[in-house]
C-alpha cells in the first residue's frame, strides 16, 4: 500500500511538473532572446555615442566598451568591411543598415545588431554592426534550464516525502488493524478502539474492537458450554447404567421398578440434551417481540400435571406486555425455573408479572431456602437433576438484554428481567390470579 501511495503521489507531482515545465520553458526561451537583444542594442548605442562625426574608428579601444566575445565591425556606405571583425561585405542585417534603418536579427544562429551612423545626403556614412555568438545565447538558456529542471526535480522529491509521509500515515493504522484481524478470537486481542485522527479508519478500528468483544464472548460461552457437555451427558448416562447393573447383580421381584427409573434417567438425559441443544442454536435466532402472558400460560398447562403429582400448585398474578425476546428462549427459561422450583424448591409456587419502565419482570417464587453465599449459576456447581439449567436460562436471557438473578430474602425467588415493548403493554388486559394442582 506504502508502494503505490507513494508512486500514485509522485507519478501526480511529475504530470504537473512536466506541464508546467514545456511553456515555462519556451517562456524561457523568449526571454532570453529578448535579453541578448537588449544587451546588443544597449552596447551598439555605447559605442555609437563615442563615435564623433570626423572622429578616426579606433575598433581597439571601442571593443573594450562591449561584451569580449561579442564582434564589432565597420561597414561605409557602400557596405565593405572597414574594420573589425565581420563578413567582408555587409550581411543583410547590416545591408539595412547601409540603407538608413536601424536593423536587428539572426544571421545562421548568431544575433546581430546594425544601427547606421554619420547620416549624409546619400544615406549613413558609416554603419556599427555587433554579433552575438549563438553558443553564448545558448548556453545561457541551457544554463536556466539546468536551474529550472533543478526545480522540477525538487517539486517532485518534496511530494515524494509528502507522498511517503501521508502513506506511512495512512498505512500505519492499518497495518495495526490487520494485525489486530488476524488475532481476533485470541484470549489478548481485546485491544481498543485507536484514534489515528481519520474518520473512516477510526470507525473500521471501533468496529473491530466491538466485533473481538462479540467473538471473545461467544468464544468464551462456547468453552463454556464444552465444559459441561461432558459431565452433564455422563450424569444421567451414569444413573441408568447403575440402575441397570444393579439389576442385573440383584434383580428386584417388581422388575418394573429399573424400568421407571431408567424411564427417569432418560428424562434427565432429554432434558439435558434440549438444554445443551438450545445454547448451541441460540445464536441462530432473530429476536422478536414475545406475548409474556401467553408464554407463561403455556408453561404452566405443561408442568401442571407434575405439580399436581407433587401436591404442590402455581398462583400467577400481575399483568406485563410483551417482552423482547424469541418465544423458544423465554419458553425455555421459564422452564427450568419451574423445573429448578420443582426439584429444589418447597411448598407452593408463585409467578408474578409487573412492568417497570421499558423492562418487563417474572419472579419465580417458592418456599425453599439457600444459603446467603450460595451461587446457583456458578459453573462449578454440581446439579444433576436438571443438566446447566439455570446457567443456560442466564445465558439465555443476557444474549436477549435482559437479566436472570435471584433475589435475597428468606424464600428462594428468581427475577427474570427482560426488555419491554412499551407499545404492546396493555394495562386493561391483566393475567388473573389463578392456581393449578
Known sequence: MRRRILATVVAVAALAVIAFLVPTALALRSTVRHSDLLELQREAAIVASRIGPADVIDVDTLEQLIDPDHDLAFYDSAGRLVDGRGPATADAIAGLAVSGTFAEGYVGNDLVVAVPLRPGESGPGLVVRILEPGAESQHRMLVRLVWLGAAAVGVIGV??????????????????????????????????????????????????????????????????????????????????????????????????????????????????????????????????????????????????????????????????????????????????????????????????????????????????????????FSEQRIDTSHGIGLRLARTLAESAGGELTIVPGPRTVFRLSLPANAAGFDPARPLATSAVG
Do not use: K
Open 159 to 376: 511530494a515524494g516525502v509528502v507522498g511517503w509521509l501521508l502513506a506511512r500515515r495512512l498505512s500505519r493504522p492499518l497495518e495495526n488493524l490487520r494485525d489486530r484481524a488476524g488475532e481476533l478470537g485470541q484470549p489478548a486481542a481485546a485491544g481498543t478502539a485507536t484514534d489515528t485522527g481519520i474518520a473512516e479508519i477510526d470507525q473500521l478500528s471501533a468496529a473491530m474492537t466491538e466485533a473481538a468483544a462479540r467473538i471473545r464472548d461467544l468464544l468464551q460461552r462456547e468453552r463454556s458450554f464444552s465444559s459441561n457437555v461432558s459431565h452433564q451427558l455422563r450424569t444421567p448416562v451414569a444413573a441408568l447404567r447403575i440402575a441397570i447393573e444393579a439389576e442385573l447383580d440383584a434383580p428386584r421381584p417388581d422388575s418394573t421398578e429399573v424400568l421407571r427409573e431408567s424411564l427417569v434417567a432418560l428424562d434427565r438425559l432429554g432434558s439435558t440434551i434440549t438444554s445443551l441443544l438450545a445454547l448451541a442454536r441460540h445464536t441462530e435466532h432473530t429476536p422478536t417481540m414475545s406475548d409474556l402472558h401467553a408464554v407463561v400460560g403455556d408453561a404452566i398447562a405443561s408442568w401442571s400435571t407434575a405439580y399436581a403429582e407433587a401436591n404442590r400448585t402455581i398462583t400467577v398474578e400481575g399483568c406485563a406486555g410483551s417482552a423482547a425476546v424469541d418465544s423458544s428462549s423465554l419458553t425455555h427459561v421459564i422452564d427450568v425455573l419451574l423445573d429448578n422450583a420443582l426439584t429444589h424448591g418447597r411448598g407452593d409456587v408463585a409467578i408474578t408479572l409487573r412492568t417497570r419502565g421499558d423492562r418487563v419482570e417474572v419472579d419465580v417464587a417458592d418456599d425453599g431456602s439457600m444459603p446467603a453465599n450460595a451461587d446457583p
